[in-house]
């Protein structure tokens, strides 16, 4: 026991210095979130704040040199970790089964069938990875090395991709304030042309509900905007249609108001923001808009591309639609930040293509 004093008194140290750096990230992520949620720096902070969190937990665990109560805690980070790898490596498996129940379910269309590519991607990625280290020792020494910069490609995609993933987590959990003057609903395709489908509903439904509670707590009743133009296959606008659900559902026709000019989300934010101005009076206010809980926080990125200050509220979304929305979402982020990532991934290639000129000198000066 006496050995393990040092080692202790090291850990409980450690602990104390590790418990204030957590802390203080903690805060730090906090503080840039709150203030403004629609950054994707967030979840690199987040990210940071939890490893350090998961650091000094583990030395919390560690330092009760209690051994039943570590290995239990062992186990069970044993167990995690194994549940993670199998899922990583058996993807494949799930996006191709997950591409067989929206094809059922949905509308056989290049947007709905994103998981079955990324799959048959996934798949040929592996096959080509297998024959090229089977034969690399048979392949000339350039092209090895220029293939070697493609895994530091797929490295950054899948970093970006998490990062995404962390902070549309993040949106989910942003505290709501019961005090808008304006909500705004964002459009989606009508079925048939005229209909309002299921998942459209469900925005229309989310920013009722929230003006309802608002009410409940006494505080005036928030107008409606729908916010959507009238697609080529439409018999009316998206924004006409909502209008008329809510209409149904017992909104105030006198609460509505309809922006039916906008073709894209950041037209959407754009010719709310300009109805707003407009009918506001130059008042303050104070906005929400409404989309589906995967769209959320793409939405908030235009919605600060359009200089409107409104954070998102999720309507639910049925679990099997979330893989390929979630892709395509992604896909349309990247695409936001398309230069940024071009420059990124263009050191890379340059970075490569420099060491393949290096190993075909070095090749020649050794032949």
Not at 229 to 236: A, N, R, S
């Amino acid at each position: 026991m006496n050995e393990l004093t040092p080692y202790m008194n090291a850990l409980q140290k450690f602990s104390i210095y590790g418990g204030i750096a957590t802390v203080v990230l903690l805060g730090f992520f906090l503080l840039l979130w709150l203030r403004e949620p629609r950054r994707l720096i967030n979840g690199i902070t987040f990210t940071i704040f939890f490893i350090s969190f998961l650091t000094e937990l583990a030395v919390l665990i560690f330092s009760t040199n209690n051994l039943p109560f570590i290995t239990i805690m062992g186990i069970l980070f044993l167990f995690i970790l194994g549940i993670i790898s199998v899922t990583m490596l058996f993807m494949w498996a799930l996006l191709l089964w997950n591409a067989i129940v929206v094809w059922k379910r949905e509308s056989h269309n290049l947007s709905n069938m994103l998981t079955l590519f990324l799959a048959i991607f996934l798949i040929a990625l592996w096959i080509i990875n297998a024959m090229m280290a089977s034969r690399a020792r048979f392949l000339p020494n350039w092209f090895n090395t220029l293939i070697s910069g493609l895994p530091f490609i797929g490295a950054y995609l899948m970093l970006c991709s998490y990062n995404f993933l962390v902070n549309v987590f993040l949106y989910q959990f942003l505290p709501r304030r019961y005090k808008a003057n304006y909500l705004i609903v964002l459009g989606a395709g009508l079925i048939n042309g005229d209909t309002v489908s299921k998942l459209l509903g469900n925005r229309i439904d989310a920013a009722m509900k929230f003006a309802n509670k608002q009410i409940r707590k006494g505080r005036p009743a928030p107008k409606i905007i729908f916010s959507g133009g009238q697609g080529p296959d439409e018999k009316l606008s998206e924004a006409q249609a909502m209008a008329d659900y809510a209409i149904e559902h017992g909104w105030d026709q006198d609460l509505v108001i309809l922006e039916d000019k906008s073709r894209n989300t950041l037209q959407n934010m754009q010719f709310s923001k300009a109805i707003i101005q407009k009918d506001a009076g130059g008042n303050a206010s104070y906005t929400n808009f409404f989309s589906n809980n995967y769209h959320i926080f793409r939405a908030g990125l235009y919605a600060k591309m359009a200089g409107l200050a409104a954070n998102g509220v999720g309507a639910p979304t049925r679990f099997y639609f979330l893989p390929n929305a979630l892709i395509r979402e992604f896909v349309a982020v990247f695409l936001i930040n398309k230069k940024r990532h071009l420059i990124f991934i263009g050191l890379i290639l340059l970075l490569t293509l420099f060491m393949v000129a290096i190993t075909i000198y070095t090749d020649i000066v050794a032949h």
